[in-house]
């Protein structure tokens, strides 16, 4: 433990929850056992499904107060209450988008079973922060504030921040906007990246796409007939045919920013109806990743097209919007935000018949865009709540067609060997438009029905001849084996590509080859440009100095290799540079801006690799670009890149290792500010990888030395055929309090792509319990 932390220690206490005794929590029925082992993992035993569910609400309120507060106060939009005006923009946006007024609609048709069990997990979490410690959490007391009680509104309404945040293309739609009247027509043509034909899909699992059908060019002549211009996740599954022991092997990990805590945390659950395992998203009342003893299952974001950008125009009465010739009047909230210290805020947000309008909060973007998203309807969702009740493919697939308006790949596996991938999302039938610019709401030839795309209709495959199944961001199918249109903002193919190789190579397959394959860092982008690059001619002596490194390298993005810096560096490069050639005015938009504090990155960027490629290697002399050649350019950037690292870090290539510059930190909100980044953020963690690696390590190519953007938070191998042989990990650990020991106690783990046994009968639990803890609704009856 550092200075600082002892010093806080001393201040403040170790403030750790309440982990063995007795506790009276009244909104049990029964009584409820939580048994924690050496990592602080709770097994939940309960005679009930809703006291399970209570429960872990508890677990995840004891374990992750603040972490709960800063979600509960994103969705209802009051984090200005607390962290003054900078939380203004946030709050703005969720009170416009509306998060928890659509948390409440579709909780108001969700099936009692759903509705109590997210009304059992709330009333867990607000009985942590009452009674699940003696003391509140260390950030409460330095804010001066305290623990927000929980509703089930709030639990649902953060469902749908989760939607808006991890798998809708709406952002993509603004910087194409920003781009096209920046920088015109021509720009947006030549920067758009389509899905490479030769990077593989989900179904048929690792063939190629195929050439992709030009879909914008429709988008952009209805945006100019109107306005006159001119111009993070891996899974997969392998059949018992591919395996050592005979039996399916399902392997899954979560990619999403490195924080301090994790978003997500492992824990077990026991009832007379099910037992499930595996990882949990802090917020959500499901095991997103993990297995019920019959059943495993891993998710990714789909990135399929469910979400919509509508121009609105605003009315002389600055209420209404305009529907062909005329003006529909608007819905009008009047929201308050109050902000530290009494101040407040009052913002009128109209909703117009396509949904709320944003533009106002967002940076950059024009003041009348209005939002649509599946995810913002008023539908009953089910989904993962209901995945641990699955026994076989089928029955869970049902839970996601019964409702999902979150956009993802489901890979599952069974102990009775099958395999299978379905894409699982709610995409609305368009009237018009392709939804890949915002459209003009005013016209009636564009727009949504009221009505989605059926779920039977969706692309899936199951028991493969190939024997296995993956899914990696990428996309889903061919567009001409496509029933409808799904989407075209699909995340590069190369780690889809990558796992697809591999799998293809053995049929050995084990736990330990699994976990080995998920901390792969073997580039094919280097080696798809590794000839084109080598082969340069070179007078330059910095050039020549790269390239030499270039050439003794394996292509392996290790975190003690120079040459993974180097090639890094090269890409960003030349990737700014095809981009200010054509957009200098929008280059930072096509570059990764976000539009927002919560959402700082856009995902236009993440096929920025796959452009760069393509035209690197499809096309003999950088035309339209630049009026120097391929080989001038390439050499210009490795003698820029050279210059660089000597300057900055030294001519010994010993101080360039990729791990050295680049390493991992996981960020606590307070590590902000010197000296608590000390105290809440970890230490640096070497770290090799990139976006195009299995092992996920997103490069921010505008700054690609910074903290990678996103890296795999949590892990699960899960034999089918030997489940307590299983593994889990999560990057950090169970709990958010960096005085705990179970703060970064995953970590070595983590690092050597190891994980743990979480033992599933009584003889293993009982083995391992370190802590106990007993809930009961009156323990004072009981003693």
């Known amino acids: 433990m550092n200075v600082l932390k002892s010093i806080m220690r001393m201040a403040l206490g170790q403030r750790l929850p309440t982990w063995s005794g007795l506790l009276t929590i009244p909104d049990l029925d029964q009584n409820v056992k939580i048994r924690r082992d050496r990592y602080g993992i709770p097994t939940i035993d309960a005679v009930s499904e809703l006291d399970a569910w209570v429960a872990l609400g508890f677990c995840h309120g004891q374990d992750r107060s603040f972490q709960l507060e800063l979600l509960v106060r994103s969705v209802r939009g009051t984090l200005a209450e607390v962290i003054g005006e900078e939380g203004i923009p946030m709050d703005r946006l969720a009170r416009r988008v509306g998060f928890r007024i659509a948390g409440k609609a579709q909780l108001e048709v969700a099936d009692d079973e759903t509705r109590a069990q997210i009304q059992a997990y709330a009333k867990g979490i607000t009985a942590a922060t009452a009674q699940g410690s003696r003391k509140r959490a260390h950030e409460f007391t330095l804010l001066g504030c305290n623990p927000t009680p929980w509703e089930a509104e709030d639990v649902q309404g953060f469902i749908v921040l989760l939607c808006f945040a991890l798998a809708s293309n709406w952002d993509i739609e603004l910087v194409r906007l920003k781009i096209l009247t920046e ?150 909230r009047r929201e308050t935000i109050t902000v530290k210290g009494g101040s407040q805020l009052v913002e009128e947000v109209l909703v117009s018949p ?108 199951e028991n493969p001849e190939c024997g296995f199944v993956a899914s990696a961001n990428n996309k889903p199918e061919a567009d001409e084996t496509a029933h409808h249109f799904l989407g075209t903002d699909w995340l590069d193919g190369y780690r889809q590509a990558r796992i697809c190789e591999v799998l293809e190579e053995r049929r050995d397959w084990t736990i330990p080859s699994s976990m080995q394959l998920q901390c792969d860092v073997l580039s094919l982008p280097w080696k798809r440009l590794r000839s084109r690059i080598l082969n340069v001619t070179i007078n330059d002596p910095e050039a020549s100095r790269a390239l030499d490194i270039l050439r003794n390298w394996d ?80 050499v210009d950037s490795l003698a820029l890149v050279l210059r660089t690292l000597e300057i900055h870090h030294g001519k010994e290539t010993s101080g360039w290792n990729w791990g050295k510059l680049r390493p991992l930190r996981l960020l606590h909100p307070f590590g902000e500010k010197k000296p608590l980044d000390r105290i809440f953020n970890s230490p640096p963690l070497p770290f090799g990888s990139d976006a195009s690696t299995i092992l996920q390590g997103t490069v921010d190519l505008r700054n690609p030395l910074a903290n990678p953007a996103a890296v795999p938070t949590g892990r699960v191998v899960i034999d089918l055929g030997d489940l307590k042989e299983s593994r889990f990990v999560v990057l950090g650990g169970q709990s958010g309090n960096p005085l705990s020991p179970h703060y970064l106690d995953q970590v070595p783990l983590w690092q050597k792509g190891e994980g743990i046994k979480i033992g599933l009968d009584e003889e293993d639990i009982s083995t391992a319990t370190i802590h106990t803890l007993d809930l009961c609704p009156n323990c004072e009856q009981e003693t």
């Open 555 to 634: 292509g392996k993005m290790e975190s003690r290799s120079p040459g993974a810096t180097i090639f890094t560096l090269f890409m960003s490069e030349m990737v700014k540079r095809i981009v200010r050639a054509k957009a200098p005015v929008a280059a930072d938009w096509a570059l990764g801006h976000g539009f927002h504090a919560m959402l700082p990155y856009n995902l236009l960027v993440t096929r920025r690799t796959s452009h760069l490629v393509e035209l690197m290697t499809r096309n003999p002399e950088p035309k339209g670009f630049f009026d120097s050649s391929w080989e001038m350019q390439i």
């Open 183 to 332: 920088d015109g027509l021509s720009a947006l043509k030549a920067l758009d990246p389509c899905y490479r034909h030769d990077l593989p899909l989900s179904n048929p699992p690792g063939k190629p796409a195929g050439p992709a059908i030009d879909r914008l060019s429709d988008d952009l002549a209805a945006f100019q007939e109107f306005h006159g211009l001119a111009g993070g996740s891996n899974a997969w599954a392998i059949a018992g045919s591919r395996t050592m022991a005979g039996s399916p092997i399902l392997a899954a990990d979560p990619h999403l920013p490195p924080t301090a805590p994790a978003p997500l945390y492992l824990a077990q659950m026991r009832t007379p109806s099910f037992q499930t395992v595996g990882l949990t998203m802090i917020g959500v009342p499901a095991i997103g990743w993990g297995h019920n003893r019959k059943l495993a299952w891993g998710l990714t974001a789909a990135h399929a097209d469910n979400t919509d950008l509508f121009l609105e125009r605003i009315g002389p009465d600055g209420k209404s919007v305009q529907e062909g010739d005329h003006f529909r009047p608007c819905d009008v």
């Open 354 to 461: 396509r949904g709320p309008i944003i533009g106002p909060a967002l940076d950059g973007s024009p003041d009348a865009i209005s939002l649509s998203a599946s995810w913002l309807a008023r539908r009953p969702y089910k989904a993962i709540l209901g995945i641990h009740r699955a026994s076989t493919p089928s029955q869970a697939k049902a839970f996601f067609e019964a409702g999902s308006a979150s956009s993802v790949n489901l890979v599952y596996a069974s102990t009775k060997g099958d395999i299978g991938w379905q894409l699982a999302v709610e995409i609305p039938v368009r009237r018009g438009g392709n939804g890949q610019l915002p459209m003009p709401g005013w016209a009636p030839e564009f727009g949504w029905e009221n009505r989605v795309i059926s779920p039977s209709s969706l692309p899936g495959t």
